[in-house]
């Protein structure tokens, strides 16, 4: 199970960490990621950590603002968010794989409910 928080709303230029806690499974195996969905279009890959944290893969609309991290004894994975943009707004949600970073939804078995991160212009 997973469970997504940390979202709100945010003036564009301003910060957000989320957050995504695990449970029920052995969280340092699995890489992690985070997607976003905006309304009416497709969910979209954000960033990716490996289970050890040694390799982060990130989309490009948010490379060089947005830093993924994860905490193994926490079982928790991060997501801060800084420079935030409108078009950053979306619901955002972390996903689970047992094995290799990946970037497409279907690669990832476990979701997080979503958390909703609104920027203002």
């Known amino acids: 199970q997973l469970q997504a928080s940390g979202g709100g709303l945010v003036q564009a230029g301003g910060s957000l960490r989320l957050s995504c806690a695990a449970s029920?499974?052995?969280?340092?195996?699995?890489?992690m990621a985070w997607f976003r969905q905006a309304p009416g279009k497709e969910r979209e890959f954000v960033a990716v950590?490996?289970?050890?944290?040694?390799?982060?893969y990130y989309a490009d609309s948010v490379k060089g603002r947005f830093t993924i991290s994860r905490d193994n004894a926490k079982n928790t994975v991060y997501l801060q968010m800084n420079s935030l943009k409108p078009e950053d707004t979306a619901i955002y949600y972390c996903?689970?794989?047992?094995?290799?970073?990946?970037?497409?939804?279907?690669?990832?078995?476990?979701w997080g409910q979503g958390t909703l991160v609104t920027v203002s212009s």
């Open positions: 950590i490996s289970w050890s944290g040694g390799r982060t």
């Open positions: 996903g689970a794989r047992d094995g290799h970073v990946a970037v497409t939804t279907t690669a990832y078995v476990y």
């Open positions: 029920g499974l052995t969280f340092s195996n699995y890489a």
